[in-house]
């Protein structure tokens, strides 16, 4: 099978590693507007069949591609993946799938009317410490659930902005510490609950770099769901970057997802904690590590005929919810979730 890479920056080094490891998979090409970054990706992970182009239409129109995976700026993902679609090629794309609803329309359309698959890279569903959330959860032993927070707790630096000339900006990345560090957080908190929220209350704010980007470094909401509710902070001002942390409130006990660790509680002040460690990741720790099985599972999905577990209604909740928050912290209003669900379906965005 044959892959290629658009966007070669930090996050490329992930897909590109595991591409590698796949056995019957080459990487063709990588294609970058700095031609140099390409050319580079293709020194460290490419072969004598790799070449490098400076745009993905160039790439695409030389090269006969099965998989593409996008790796660019947020605005570029929806854009680009509708392209490949349309052209037959498999696109399996970084987070987030796209950066307004009217994208996200757009995608889920290319999704259903081409026979290319989608997949969307929300790794963290992979993780062992979310597998081990989920089977306690679903295990009924536990009660039903009551309540649930989430927190994110990262530092983005004047310098990180630095690096790149579309990030920090509405147009371009779409958002902050929600939609670029902290989705894969909500989307977790989102799936524990069962993925049908009823409405947001929300807050964002920029404290600590006001004179650097446009957008937030903190946010906060309040998610409503049919019988409980979940609070969720994010922040990127933070001294550190920490483990996420997605606590469940359960009637028989509390569970907590931090990191590769699952701790439960239970009333009588017994705790049981399970490790998920073992000190193999690939990029940065806490950044999880399910990139590897994410990936891996897509390639096999194409070779099998299966459905691939994060395709684009597969997302779709996590995302509206996310454009919920921010509706919420720019309207300074509570958003219900049927609102948006009835002016979509009347072709209202």
């Known amino acids: 099978m044959k892959a290629a890479i658009v966007g070669c920056g930090a996050i490329a080094k992930m897909h590109a590693s595991v591409l590698r490891e796949i056995a019957g998979v080459t990487i063709v090409g990588f294609a970058d507007c700095k031609v140099e970054k390409a050319q580079a990706y293709r020194e460290e992970y490419g072969c004598e069949e790799t070449n490098v182009y400076a745009s993905l239409e160039e790439m695409l129109e030389n090269e006969q591609v099965d998989v593409l995976h996008i790796c660019t700026p947020h605005y570029l993902h929806t854009p680009m993946a509708v392209y490949a679609l349309e052209k037959g090629v498999h696109v399996f794309t970084e987070k987030p799938p796209a950066i307004s609803r009217d ?20 790794q963290n569903r992979y993780n062992e410490s979310t597998k081990a959330m989920e089977e306690i959860l679903a295990s009924g032993e536990n009660g039903k659930i009551v309540g649930a927070r989430a927190f994110v707790s990262w530092m983005r630096t004047k310098e990180y902005y630095a690096e790149s000339d579309w990030r920090g900006k509405w147009e371009t990345e779409g958002g902050g510490c929600l939609i670029n560090q902290s989705v894969h957080t909500l989307d977790l908190l989102n799936l524990f609950m069962g993925g049908q929220p009823v409405e947001t209350q929300a807050h964002m704010m920029n404290y600590h770099l006001k004179d650097v980007i446009e957008v937030e470094d903190t946010v906060s909401a309040y998610i409503r769901y049919p019988d409980a509710a979940a609070c969720f902070y994010a922040t990127t001002a933070y001294e550190g970057n920490r483990p996420i942390m997605i606590d469940m409130e359960c009637e028989n006990v509390s569970i907590r997802l931090e990191g590769s660790y699952v701790t439960c509680t239970y009333k009588d002040g017994r705790k049981e904690e399970l490790s998920f460690y073992n000190g193999h990741t690939i990029g940065k720790d806490y950044w999880g590590t399910g990139h590897r099985a994410c990936i891996r599972d897509f390639y096999h999905c194409l070779e099998t005929g299966e459905k691939f577990s994060i395709e684009v209604e597969d997302v779709e909740s996590t995302f509206q919810l996310m454009m919920d928050i921010y509706q919420s912290a720019r309207e300074q209003r509570p958003v219900a979730a049927k609102e948006n669900r009835r002016n979509e379906n009347a072709g209202i965005q």
């Open 103 to 122: 994208q996200f329309a757009t995608l889920k359309a290319a999704a259903k009317e081409n026979h290319a698959r989608l997949g969307i890279c929300f």
